[in-house]
C-alpha cells in the first residue's frame, strides 16, 4: 500500500488530467485529491494530485518508471513524487529572537507540523535551551564577517550529513549566500518582518514607523540570491496607529512572523507550495 | 464548441475522477479545471468541473445522454450541467434599504456578476428610482399580515413568468414562508446582519450591543423553513468597540452585508455553492 | 448654545489638558470628548477636544478671542476650531470609474457623511447620470495635454465659487498639480489602489501580480506633490491567490477601495484626521 | 516622583475632566494620557488618565486622601488608583494544552507581559516541564469530583499567599465554581474557543463544524458564574472552509487563542479594561 502525492507541470495541453486520472487507475490506484492551475499567461498547466494503492505489494520505484514513460515523457513534464509517509527534514535556524522557535517547536509537539527536526543551527548560544527543553540537537555555529566562508561550510556539512529537505530561518539576522542557497534551491524559507515588497533589507518596523502605515505586515518567502525578493509563500497583516511606537511595532508583529512563517513551512511539507516564475502556486 | 460546468455527487468509490475525465476526453473534450471535496464522515465524494469542447458541432444533449448512461448510472450519482454562456436569472427583493441594491446594481453595471436581473420586487416604492437608473422593471407589491399570500401568489407569477433561477433577498425585511422557499430550494439568498449562529431573529444589532462584542459580523445564507438556520454561503466580520453606538454598529454592519452577499451571489451564479446536509461545499 | 470641536498642537509642557479643559468650563462649558497624543521624539503634544456651552447667548467669537489670548498664546498653540454645524463642503471629482462615487452617494444619502456635496467634477461624461440621480450639480470638464491648465483654473473657479473645504479624488485618474494642490494643502484625498508604499504610481494590480504577492491593499492618503507619498489616512487588506487573475485583481480591489475611501472622508469631515510631519494622527 | 493611573467611573456631570486635570496640576502633575467613555444610555461617565508627579517628595498616600475629598466625594465617584512601577501578580491556571502556556511565557520573557508570574497550577502534571524551563513554580493540585472542593481551597490557600491579583485561565479546561469566582471579581480571565454568544460550552469547534460557519472565533471573557457569559475583553476571527475537519479547526483556533488571550492579558495588566453592566470599555 501507497499515499503518493504528485507534482507535475508542462506545456498546458489536452488530456492531462485524464491521462493522469486514467493512467493511475489502470495502476489499480484512486485519486483522492486533484488540485490544478493553469499560467494562461505563458501556457502552464500545474497540479497537485494525491493518490492511494491499497494493494500490499505496491511498488513505488516500478510505477515511477511507468509514469515517466507513459506520461512524463510524452507530456513532457517536469514531475515529482513524495510518498507521504516520507516526512521532510527541516532545519532551523536561529539567532537571539525566540518567539519564531518557541512557536515552530510548540506546533512540533503538537503534531501539527508533518516534518523531522534534526537539529539547530545557531550563531549564538542563547537560544540552547530551549533546543534542550524540546530534546532537539542545537549547533552553535558563530558566524562574524571572517568566519562566515568557514561557518557556511560546517553548515553545509550538518545539512548533508543529516540529509536536510529544507531550511527555515526562524528569524536568523544573517544574510545567507549563494554558497547555501544554491544547494537548496527553492527550499530555504525566510520570514521577512515586512508587507513585501514594501520596506525590503533592515530595519523594516522602523522605515513603517517612519512612513506613518495603518497596517504593518509580515512575508514568508523563499530565499533567493536577490534580497528579499523571492517567491512569497504567505503574507499577513495587522493594524497600527499613530500611537504605536517601534516598539509596539515589533512586538505586534512578532506574532504575524510567527503565524506566517508558520502557515509556509506546512504549505511546503505537504509539498503544497510550487515556485514557477519567482511566484509561488499555493495548491489547496 | 460548448463550455460545460458539472457538478457531481455520488458514493466515494474508486475512479471517479480518472472515469469522468476520460469520458471528457474520449468526447474530444478537455478538463480545465477540477475541483473536488470528500465527506469522510458521510462517506460521500463531490466534484466540479469544468470542460470544453471545442468541435463546431458539439452537441450538448447527446453528451448529457452519454454521460448519463456511461458515468451517472454506474456510478449512482446525482448530477447537474450547465453551459458556461447560459447566465443565471436573478430577482432581486428589496424593502427601504438601499445600500445591497446598489451595491449589486454597480457591479452588474461593472460586469462583475454573471447573471440576468429581470426584475427587482419591493414591498414599499421608495427605492424604485434606483431601478428606474439601472433600468430594470420594478414592481412594487406592498405586503401586510392579511395580503401576504396574495402578494406571494403575485410575487410566484412574475418569478415563473420571468423563469427565474434564483432570488436575492437584499434586505428584503419580511419572512419569505414555504410557499415561496419550496418553488427555490436552496435559491433564496439572504444576507443576514449577524455572525449566525449568534444573533438569530430581529434586530440583530441590537443584541450585538447589549451583550457587548468586540466584532460583529454578517451571514448570507440559503433561506429554508427555519429562521436563519439555513446553509452558510459566506460571512465576515469587522471589529468594533464599546464606543460605537447602536447605529454605528448598523452603519459598519452595512458594509459588510454588501460585501458578503454580493460574494455568495457570484458563488451561486458560478455554480460553486454546494449544498449538502445543510452545509454548503463551496468550490474554489 | 454651541457643539465645538477643537484641534491643538504645541510643544509638549506641563498643564495643557488641564488648562484648556478648565477654560471651557469657566466659559460654562462642557469638555465632552477629548483624545491626546504625544509625539515623544519631536516633543509634540496634539489634542482633539469636543465641548457643549447650552447657555442661550453663547458667543462663539468671544469664545474664540479669549481662547487665543489666555491659552493658544501663553501655550504658543496652533489651533483650530470648528462648530459641530457646520458641515463641510467637500467637491469630487471622478472620472469613468463608478463604484467610489455610488458608494460615496449612498452613505452621503444614508446619512453617514457630515458633509454637502456642491458638485461633482469629471473629465468625462460618462458618470453625469448618476450626479442626476442623486441631484448633484455635475460639471464636465476635459483634461488634455494642452488644456490641463486652462482646467485646472475652470476647476478652481467652481472650488473658489462655492468655498469647498475639501476635494475626494474618487479614482480621478488625473495627476492634480501644485495649482490646485496647493489652495488645497492637506485637503485633497485620494484614493490608491495599492497597500502604500508598495506599487506606487500606475498600474499597482498589474505590479502586483507580477510579484505575486498573497495580499493586496488600498491607501487613503492626502495629495501632495510627490506622487502617493502624502500622509497616509487608511488602509486596508485582503487575500488574493494565484488564481486570481489581474482582472480578479482590479475586481476585488475595488471593494476596498470603496470602503477605505468613505473611511477616509468621514475622518476628514469629522476633523479626526491630523497631518504631522508627513503622518496622520488618528483621533478616536 | 510617581506616575499614577486613575480610573474613575461616575454620573455623567459637567466639569469632571477639568476638575480632575486641574487638581493634578495643583498637585503639580502633569496629566500625560486621558481617555474617557461617557454611556449615553446609562449616564455615566468613564475615565480612565495617566499622570506624572516629579517631585522627588511626592507622597502617593496623601494625594490619594486629598483625591477622595476634593473630588470623588463631591462628584460621587467609583475609583482606583495604581502606581505604574507596581506589576500586578497574574496566576496562570493551566490543564494539559501547552500552546496558551508557552505563547504568555514566551512574551512574559519578551517583556511583553507587565506583570509577575508567582506561580503556575494545573490539575495535571503534563505542563511541569514548561514551568521549569521559565523558572516558575508550578503546583498541581489534581481535581475529582469528590475533590474539587478541596482543591479550590488549596487554590485559594496559594492564591492568598501569593497575594495574586488575577488569574489566567489559559485553557483550564475546569469549571471554576463561586467559591474561587467571588473571591476574584472580574479578575479571572478565560479564553472561550469561540466567538461567543455563539456556541456556549462545551466542544464549540465541533459544533461550529456542524453548523458549517465559514468563520471560526475565540473570545477573551471575565469568568462570572454563569458558563460563558461574562463580559467580554477581547474576540478575534479566522475564515475557514467546508474542507477544514475538526482537527483543523482546532488547530486553527490555537494559533487565535493564543494572541486572543495574551492581548487580554495585557489590557487587564494595564488597567484598559473596565467592567460595567457586564460588558467592558476598552481605554485606548
Wanted: hydrophobic share 45%.
Amino acid at each position: 500500500m501507497a499515499h503518493l502525492t504528485i507534482l507535475i507541470h508542462c506545456k498546458d495541453q489536452k488530456g492531462i488530467i485524464a491521462s493522469v486520472t486514467n493512467f493511475i487507475l489502470e495502476n489499480e490506484g484512486n485519486t483522492t485529491y486533484i488540485d490544478q492551475h493553469v499560467d494562461a499567461v505563458a501556457n502552464v498547466f500545474f497540479m497537485r494530485l494525491e493518490c492511494v494503492f491499497e494493494q500490499a505489494d505496491f511498488n513505488t520505484a516500478k510505477f515511477k518508471t511507468a509514469f515517466k514513460e507513459k506520461l512524463a515523457t510524452p507530456f513532457e513534464m517536469q514531475w515529482q513524487l513524495y510518498p507521504a509517509t516520507q516526512k521532510l527534514k527541516m532545519a532551523i535556524f536561529v539567532s537571539k529572537y525566540d518567539h519564531c522557535l518557541y512557536d515552530i517547536l510548540g506546533r512540533y509537539n503538537a503534531g501539527e507540523l508533518n516534518v523531522d527536526i534534526p537539529f539547530i543551527i545557531s550563531n549564538h548560544n542563547d537560544l540552547a535551551h530551549i533546543a534542550a527543553n524540546f530534546d532537539i540537537p542545537f549547533y552553535h555555529i558563530p558566524v562574524t564577517k571572517d568566519t562566515k566562508a568557514a561557518a557556511e561550510q560546517e553548515q553545509l556539512k550538518l545539512l548533508k550529513a543529516h540529509q536536510v529537505d529544507f531550511i527555515v530561518l526562524a528569524r536568523y539576522m544573517q544574510i545567507v549566500t549563494p554558497t547555501v542557497i544554491n544547494e537548496f534551491p527553492y527550499r530555504i524559507i525566510n520570514i521577512h518582518h515586512s508587507f513585501l515588497p514594501a520596506f525590503v533589507g533592515a530595519k523594516p518596523y522602523h522605515a513603517a514607523f517612519a512612513r506613518g502605515v495603518k497596517i504593518i505586515g509580515t512575508t514568508s518567502h523563499y530565499v533567493t540570491e536577490e534580497l528579499d525578493a523571492g517567491p512569497i509563500i504567505e503574507q499577513d497583516t495587522i493594524r497600527v496607529t499613530h500611537s504605536h511606537t517601534i516598539p509596539d511595532l515589533i512586538a505586534k508583529g512578532r506574532d504575524l512572523e510567527k503565524i506566517v512563517l508558520s502557515r509556509a513551512i506546512k504549505l511546503h511539507a505537504q509539498h503544497k507550495c510550487f515556485v514557477y516564475s519567482n511566484k509561488t502556486i499555493i495548491f489547496t
